[in-house]
């Protein structure tokens, strides 16, 4: 996947993400586990077209990188507003999620400068752009759905 490709998927997918955590949206099963799966299906498929050409400094970089995006998504998943409503859960960012989404951000952009310095020939930033979105709302998704059972409120029916 070249690098543009990539970027736009990553800016489109958190568009439509941080957008509706803005204004707010039902919890489904779809919506949960689906974006998340498909980013890190993506990811992974393009992560092992180049990781046999990564250092052992590469593979570290990035696993540390995916640590940290984890614990920002399990922070976004504790700082949405859940509330249960007739159609299921209701789900809406709050001020702390978007900050925690700008940090989330920045963090991802930071590191790709520091990886694309470190490492300028390397194409294993590139292709794990999507892996590393995928495990930050996957997640942040997985403390949503930790948090609804936590409060026993099911969540909405899927729409035809």
């Keep these: 996947m070249s690098a543009v490709i990539g970027i736009l998927i990553g800016v489109l997918v958190l568009v439509r993400v941080i957008g509706r955590q803005v204004t707010g949206s039902l919890v489904t099963q779809k919506s ?83 990886a694309a310095a470190l490492w300028p020939h390397s194409p294993v930033g590139q292709a794990s752009i999507a892996v590393t979105i995928g495990l930050t709302i996957g997640a942040q998704n997985a403390m949503v759905y930790r948090r609804s059972l936590a409060m026993d409120a099911p969540l909405a029916a899927q729409r035809a």
């Design 32 to 114: 949960l586990f689906l974006m998340p799966a498909l980013l890190l299906g993506v990811g992974v498929l393009s992560l092992s077209s180049v990781v046999h050409t990564a250092t052992v400094g590469e593979l570290a970089f990035l696993a540390l990188e995916g640590v940290v995006l984890i614990g920002l998504g399990f922070a976004r998943g504790a700082s949405i507003r859940l509330t249960p409503t007739d159609q299921g859960l209701f789900q809406k960012g709050t001020a702390a999620t978007l900050v925690l989404w700008l940090v989330t951000i920045g963090l991802r952009i930071s590191t790709s400068v520091a």
